[in-house]
Nanobody, 126 residues
Framework: QVQLVESGGGLAQPGGSLRLSCAAS???????VAWFRQAPAKEREFIAN????????DYADSVKGRFIISRDNTKNMLYLQMNDLKPEDTALYYC????????????????????WGQGTQVTVSS
């Protein structure tokens, strides 16, 4: 069984920064992991993922150049550094684990991820 627990959300001003963390228990190291977000009345959308090795990552166009995904496999931790935040970044942010072990692609669809955290709220407002 895998458990994912997000933290680090909160209120930020436009142009500000936040760092999200996701603590994992269970099988984490050999799997791609990702961040998704969901704003009110919107579909859950892909933000970024990082390969199990940590060597490669993929980003949605909406956050590319502003957000950085990273992981520390020695601590079973996933991170999302969010810079230059915008009001449209306001959402509930989730971490998720790929269902494929040692995956070589960069899945962006929700159905590829079988474990999810409960989410952490990020609000960007002046």
């Amino acid at each position: 069984q895998v458990q994912l627990v997000e933290s680090g959300g909160g209120l930020a001003q436009p142009g500000g920064s936040l760092r999200l963390s996701c603590a994992a228990s269970g099988r984490f190291t050999n799997y791609t992991v990702a961040w998704f977000r969901q704003a009110p009345a919107k579909e859950r959308e892909f933000i970024a993922n990082i390969r199990w090795s940590g060597s490669k990552s993929d980003y949605a166009d909406s956050v590319k150049g502003r957000f950085i995904i990273s992981r520390d496999n020695t601590k079973n931790m996933l991170y999302l550094q969010m810079n230059d935040l915008k009001p449209e970044d306001t959402a509930l942010y989730y971490c998720a684990r790929d269902r494929v072990r040692f995956g070589l692609d960069f899945p962006r669809i929700r159905e590829r991820y079988d474990y999810w955290g409960q989410g952490t709220q990020v609000t960007v407002s002046s």
